[in-house]
């Protein structure tokens, strides 16, 4: 995302930037950015009935700037569409004062954004969206016999571009040649996802799991097709970025599982979905060997974090989407204490495996720097 202008005063915060998104995952970004009450200044169509003097009426489209206080936001991760709804609050010829309308945003078109306060949380979201050297990005396929889900994992949020579900009749003694040939469709449609949705030049790595040897056949028969098939000559250009690992299932929440192996992770160290993936971990292991160090919902973790105990944070990025003002700068304060006191801060995304883990159990926890055993008493105790 390319940063045209910032003015953001550092007394209250208050101020507008202009941003140019340049790719798809930048919607991402403008996304956790922009929550209602904000106001947002961009070009979009608007629909314009104009009728002559004889009664007849004709139609078009004219693009026009409008000026809208958010209301709604919209994301659709699969296709990086995003759409803002609000009222419009400037003087237009086209559209009144206080009128609903709906912006798309688009790919190379400026907008500005304008915030009462620029918090902590927006300022970092800010700085990563800008800062392209911070966008690690990965591809996995998860499957098994007849069924593959591929995705892309970015830095901020996995996306399923791909499932592959296709019936593959079992092998009988005697009769293989039907198991083979629904087998070998079954590969060739995966293939063709990956030559649709894998851009390799982008691609620091893909991952293929499967449980038993499923993905040890695919992978034969994909750099055998690409022996016999030019437009497959990037499959052996980019053979070294494969890795082959075990899951223990085709299904996608087996993504989470394969993050975890620690080979993988040695491997994708520098990716912030791996780290997620580690911290959430660490907490349920924690969780289970040492509970007194280990807590979630927001009555114990701040109970915690009062005490300057807290070593690991981890909250999801919905959280700091509430329409709730107060709950939200509680939740912003909670992230600056624990900066301030020297703590890690993960925010995960609800678009990660980890992040829909992570809201489960209330959406924050945290693991402790020294054990605090009476933050359930005094919490059940304060309930009473």
């Given amino acids: 995302m390319k940063l045209i202008k910032k003015s953001i005063s550092e007394k209250d915060g208050q101020g507008m930037v202009v941003l140019v998104p340049e790719i798809p995952e930048d919607m991402w970004h403008i996304y956790n950015l922009m929550v209602e009450g904000d106001v947002l200044r961009a070009q979009t169509y608007r ?14 489209k004219k693009r026009i700037s409008l000026t809208l206080k958010v209301e709604d936001v919209a994301f659709e991760p699969k296709e990086s569409h995003l759409r803002v709804k609000g009222r419009n609050i400037t003087e237009s010829q086209y559209v009144k004062m206080g009128a609903y309308h ?38 996995a ?14 830095s901020h949020m996995t996306v399923t571009k791909a499932k592959i ?45 499967s449980p038993g040897f499923v993905n040890e056949s695919f992978l034969k028969y994909i750099f055998s097709q690409a022996q016999r098939r030019p437009d497959l000559k990037f499959l ?51 969780l289970n060997d040492d509970p007194d160090r280990a807590f979630y919902s927001w009555m114990h973790v701040q109970r915690a974090n009062e005490s300057g105990a807290i070593k690991t944070l981890m ?52 693991i402790l720097r020294f054990p605090m055993a009476d933050i359930v008493t005094e919490s059940e105790d304060e309930q009473d």
């Fill in 47 to 60: 629909k314009i009935v104009s009728t002559t003097s004889t009664g007849s009426s004709s139609s078009e």
């Fill in 102 to 139: 709906t912006i798309d945003l688009e790919l190379h078109r400026k907008f500005s954004l304008t915030k009462s306060c620029w918090d902590i949380i927006f300022l970092e979201r800010l700085e990563i969206a800008c800062d392209v050297a911070k966008v690690a990005d990965l591809a």
């Fill in 141 to 154: 396929i998860v499957m098994q016999q007849g069924l593959a889900y591929l995705c892309l994992i970015t």
């Fill in 165 to 209: 579900e296709q019936v593959v009749p079992r092998k009988r003694r005697g009769s293989s040649s039907q198991h083979e040939k629904a087998l070998t469709r079954f590969y060739e449609a995966v293939l063709q996802a990956i030559i649709r949705h894998v851009d390799f030049d982008v691609v620091k790595c893909m991952l293929i799991a």
């Fill in 236 to 286: 052996y250009e980019n053979k070294e970025k494969i890795i082959k690992c075990s899951s223990t299932s085709g299904h996608k929440h087996a993504l989470n599982e394969v993050l975890s192996n620690q080979a993988i992770m040695a491997k994708l160290s520098d990716t912030k979905a791996s780290k997620e993936v580690r911290a959430f971990d660490d907490f349920n292991k924690t």
């Fill in 315 to 366: 909250v999801t990025d919905e959280l700091f989407r509430a329409s709730d003002i107060k709950t939200r700068r509680s939740y912003v304060k909670l992230v600056e204490d624990v900066k301030a006191s020297g703590g890690e801060v993960l925010i995960f995304s609800r678009q990660h495996v980890s992040g829909e883990q992570l809201a489960q159990i209330s959406g924050v926890a945290a």
